[in-house]
């Protein structure tokens, strides 16, 4: 079992930038692709970023490419998004997920809100 806790949400003015973190349990965390996910009112949640245990592969959606930078330090088992030039659109409750075999995300955080004011 893998427990995973968000921190770092918050409400900013557009333009600005908040870093999420993500706590992970598990003594084998360096194995795991991490994950973000969004889900903003009314729509269906949504991939952000991931990256491979190594650290040394990331994607991302296109919509944040140049602004977010998910990060990890396998050391602290943390996972990180950093987020700049933030826009209205992205507020959502942002969600951490973690990948431990197979192409599904097995575990999940409990989510924390983002708001981006104009």
């Known amino acids: 079992q893998v427990q995973l806790v968000e921190s770092g949400g918050g409400l900013v003015q557009a333009g600005g930038s908040l870093r999420l973190s993500c706590a992970a349990s598990g003594r084998t965390f360096s194995t795991y692709t991490m994950a973000w996910f969004r889900q903003a009112p009314g729509k269906e949640r949504e991939f952000v970023a991931n990256i491979r245990g190594s650290g040394s592969i990331t994607y991302y959606r296109d919509s944040v490419k140049g602004r977010f930078t998910i990060s990890r330090d396998n050391a602290k088992n943390t996972v990180y998004l950093q987020m700049n030039s933030l826009k209205p659109e992205d507020t959502a409750v942002y969600y951490c997920?973690?990948?431990?075999?197979?192409?599904?995300?097995?575990?999940w955080g409990q989510g924390t809100q983002v708001t981006v004011s104009s």
């Open positions: 997920a973690a990948r431990v075999g197979g192409d599904a995300y097995d575990y």
